[in-house]
């Protein structure tokens, strides 16, 4: 497998240690939230089926998700899961930026900045709901 194919396995591999993670994020935040949560979640597993038909359409298998991940940090309340929130969106902007350096599709750079942006946007509008506790926005995002 070439390296640029290896490095979007990574990046789903990521997709689904971030699925599972909003599943615990889901089950610390209070209703005003869940609705978010879900919708994040239903996004990731979208652009987890997309990452695997690209890999199909190469004749490769995509790789399994795991039965458990580690989470970014400790979950024990809602402010502590809206910051995991925002790091598993952190961690998907590492992800997509390293893709980006990894092809030269434009069509799949396009794909994969779109991402990028997507998860830096959804890094800011968790960490927007607590903006007291910190910067909102990071420089760079993925890096």
Known sequence: MSDDYEALQKALAAEHAVIWGFGEVGAKVGPDLVGTV???????????????????????????????????????????????????????????????????????RQTFSAYLTEAAVAAYQWRRLTAGTGAATVAFPGA
């Open 38 to 108: 879900t919708a994040a979640d239903l996004r990731h597993r979208e652009i987890r089926h997309e990452i695997e038909q690209l890999l199909i359409a190469q004749q490769l298998e995509p790789v399994a998700g795991e039965p458990a991940y580690s989470l970014p940090s400790p979950i024990t309340d809602q402010p502590s899961a809206i910051e995991a929130a925002a790091q598993l969106e952190d961690a998907m902007c590492a992800q997509w930026r390293y893709c980006l350096g990894r092809f030269d599709s434009t069509e799949l």
